[in-house]
Each structure stands twice: as C-alpha cells, then as structure tokens.
C-alpha cells in the first residue's frame, strides 16, 4: 500500500491525531495547500496548481517540485493533485484542508472527488483535524473507530437503498432513504460502527477526536 496525503486550502486543525496520521505518508499540494505544510511538518514531494490563491508563489530555486497549470483549465486543483497521487502510486489518500475554508464549493468537489475514486478502487479519507470523511462504497462495509458519543451524519447525493448503521445510538437496518430525507442527520456512536450502503452515493461524516488516530 502507498499512502499519500494531499494538502488543500481549506481551514484545518493541526491536532497531534492528524500529524500522526501523516506520518509516512507521500504529500504533494494543491496551490494554497502549501500553507498546511509548516504547520503540519511536512513537505511535499510535489507542488501543483495555477498559483491564483497561494500566497507562496512558486520561485527560483525551491527545493519542492513544482508543477504549474493555467488558471483556464477544466480541473481543479485538487483534482489535479489527487491525479499526479495515483499516477505516483498512491493506493490510499488523505485528503487534507478539503472540509471548508472560504470556498463552500470547493469543499463539494472534494466530496464529488472522493466519491469518484473510492468508486475506483482508491481507499480515500478526508480529515481536517476535526472531522472526518469516509465515501461509502455501495456492496461494502465501512468500519469507523469511533468513540463512544461521537457525533456522526451520513450526507447523501442520491437516493439511498440498504441502509444499514451498527454501533450507534440510532441503528438502522436495510433502510431506503430518499436524497431530500435527512432521516441521517446527527447520529451518535456507542463504540465503533459499522455502515453499509447497497445502491446510491453517501459519505460518512464524523467529529474527531484529537486524542486519537
């Protein structure tokens, strides 16, 4: 397994718990992303973008491999990023900053984004020191370390069939839920759980713990 971790522009938390999970991992950045880097202790192997938001322009000399791209493009920067990944080898990815910051949109790409490649094979997480996300792959059962009383919201972007959550103070069972239901809004974890679509396209969110891995 090659582990990667792209850094995104969103806001992050630079908890113990992430830094730890960046240990050993490959990192490249997307643009602003690099702010992250510091913060985290990390450097990237690889730097890409257009540069229209980094207030770290690439120059002369950097240590970091730099990849730069016309703002007129039809892809993102993430985008761009979790691509150069896999052509790396990455069989794992952390996406990291992709929760928010000032970009509401960009933060739905990067829900889009991990739902395309976890439907092609890609373990992918999203985390930003405070919370975390796991695409949830119809057929598969997604196990969550969760503490007990961890908040936690399956958010949709289609219908859903087979429904099933083990390990939460509301469980469901083979449930069908409409995309426009938020029947799956604010659940909380007993322990670790379980959660298992069979049709549609979800994504596990819950809070972190930052004492935690």
């Not at 938390?13 to 985290?40: N, P, S």
């Not at 936690?152 to 939460?168: E, H, N, R, Y």
Request: charged share 25%; proline share 5%.
């Amino acid at each position: 397994m090659t582990d990667f971790a792209v850094l995104l522009a969103g806001d992050i938390a630079a908890t113990a718990r992430l830094k730890a999970r960046l240990a050993g991992c490959r990192v490249i950045a997307a643009d602003a992303g690099i702010g992250h880097a510091e913060e985290l202790g990390v450097l990237p192997e690889l730097w890409l973008g257009d540069f229209d938001s980094s207030k770290q322009p690439p120059r002369a000399g950097c240590e970091i491999e730099i990849a730069a791209y016309p703002a007129d493009k039809d892809k993102t920067d993430g985008e761009l990023a979790i691509e150069a990944a896999i052509a790396r080898g990455a069989t794992r990815i952390l996406l990291v900053g992709a929760l928010g910051g000032p970009r509401s949109d960009h933060a739905f790409a990067h829900y889009i984004l991990a739902l395309r490649h976890a439907g092609a094979g890609i373990a992918i997480e999203l985390d930003d020191g405070r919370e975390r996300c796991w695409p949830l792959t119809p057929g598969r059962t997604l196990d969550a370390d969760l503490c007990a009383g961890t908040q936690f919201s399956i958010l949709k972007f289609s219908d859903v069939t087979g429904l099933t959550i083990t390990g939460a103070r509301y469980p469901l069972d083979k449930v069908a839920v409409p995309f426009t239901s938020i029947l799956t809004q604010s659940n909380e974890a007993t322990g670790p759980i379980s959660v298992r679509i069979e049709t549609g396209h979800a994504i596990l969110m819950a809070q972190a713990d930052p004492d935690r891995h």
